[in-house]
């Protein structure tokens, strides 16, 4: 159990209308708790309050997991008794009924909502998503030592896997490269992502997943992937060349890679998301490819691979010394293929740290 992130949540919970926060296995409740349940048919449900001691319903053989029993109150079931009795009685000795539960859009499940319908009656669920968004977004010494060290793994991976990739290799194979390389260099699991290879004319797809598709010369290969470390990921994309390519294919590239430096060098405490967003969208807009730019510049990175704040207009979010978030500009053209270079960055207090050191000039493999 983190205490001071217990009481930190608990001490806000009033000041967001919430009388209890209640998570389910995830990211969340892994940095809260330590606590790493993977979300199953089995429900586990954590109930958090100013007033109580944290509650947790799980069943009997997970409870094992809770390594200070005397922090919380248990609410273990067995398999053969099904989970109504326990939450039954964890909603009662809480005295839920009634109450203003805050709860995870992203990760509540209809079967634990209907669980607090029927066992905590007049209760109402609001999106804790805010508070908790507040909270894991400012990182701490050690997690931002965690994403280091998740970058520096999946950088050695990379630059291992260059040595292997050649003309005539599948999407399929050079992922699985990526995947061997990364549990052999100390990778958790699950990986943060499963890994994305595309070439050619599949690079037009941002989130197209390996294929049969051959390496092939003139070719642009993009690889997109990411290790975890302490329970923390990095998120990592580099573009290379297939042999020699096209003008307009270079082009493309350095287009790119000019957007990723603007982004990047106007990240300062108070500057808002969408204002790096706009940076890097205004150099490929400007060269007549803002239509092949299709998805935000970026995301935070923490605990999950994908998590606030978003680096996209509309996200007014003012950046903070201690934020970590990607920046990765692409341009993606149909029956043409795509680039995109994505860096993991840290917001300082002078302005950025890019944890990612991988070069971003064009390489050429096979």
Excluded at 67 to 94: H, I, M, T, Y
Excluded at 293 to 319: M, N, Q, S
Aim: hydrophobic fraction near 40%.
């Amino acid at each position: 159990m983190n205490i001071s992130r217990v009481n930190n949540l608990c001490s806000k919970l009033a000041s967001y209308n919430l009388d209890y926060a209640a998570i389910l296995p995830g990211a969340t409740m892994r940095y809260l708790t330590g606590l790493d349940f993977h979300l199953m048919e089995r429900p586990i449900v954590a109930f958090f309050s100013p007033q109580e001691k944290p509650a947790l319903i799980a069943p009997e053989f997970e409870c094992s997991k809770v390594k200070s029993p005397d922090d919380w109150q248990l609410f273990p079931w067995r398999d053969e008794e099904g989970v109504e009795g326990a939450f039954e009685a964890c909603c009662q000795s809480l005295n839920l009924s009634g109450k203003r539960i805050g709860v995870e859009e992203l990760v509540m499940r209809v079967k634990e909502y209907a669980l607090l319908q029927t066992f905590a009656p007049g209760s109402v669920t609001s999106p804790l998503d805010p508070l908790v968004a507040a909270m894991r977004s400012m990182k701490d010494a050690s997690e931002i030592e965690h994403i280091r060290a998740a970058v520096k793994l999946a950088e050695g991976v990379l630059q291992d896997a260059l040595s292997k990739i050649k003309i005539g290799m599948s999407e399929k194979e050079v992922a699985a490269e990526l995947l061997i390389g990364l549990l052999r260099a100390g990778s958790e699991t699950p990986l943060p992502f499963e890994p994305l290879v595309q070439t050619g004319i599949t690079g037009a797809s941002p989130h197209a997943p390996p294929g049969d598709r051959k390496l092939t010369p003139g070719d642009l290969l993009i690889i997109d992937f990411g290790g975890r470390v302490k329970g923390y990921a990095s998120d990592i994309t580099r573009t290379f060349a297939v042999g020699q390519v096209s003008d307009e294919t270079r082009r493309i590239y350095n287009l790119v890679a000019q957007a990723n430096r603007a982004g990047r060098e106007v990240v300062r405490p108070g500057l808002s998301c969408q204002d790096v967003d706009r940076a890097t969208r205004k150099v490929i807009a400007d060269a007549g490819y803002g239509q092949y730019f299709t998805h935000r510049t970026g995301h935070g990175l923490g605990l999950d691979a994908h998590e606030p704040p978003f680096i996209v207009e509309g996200d007014i979010t003012p950046l903070q010394a201690g934020m970590t978030f990607t920046v990765e500009p692409g341009i993606y053209i149909p029956k043409l293929g795509g680039a995109r270079i994505e860096d993991d960055v840290l917001v300082t207090v002078d302005g950025l740290e890019s944890l990612t050191t991988f070069s971003r000039e064009l390489i050429i493999v096979g």
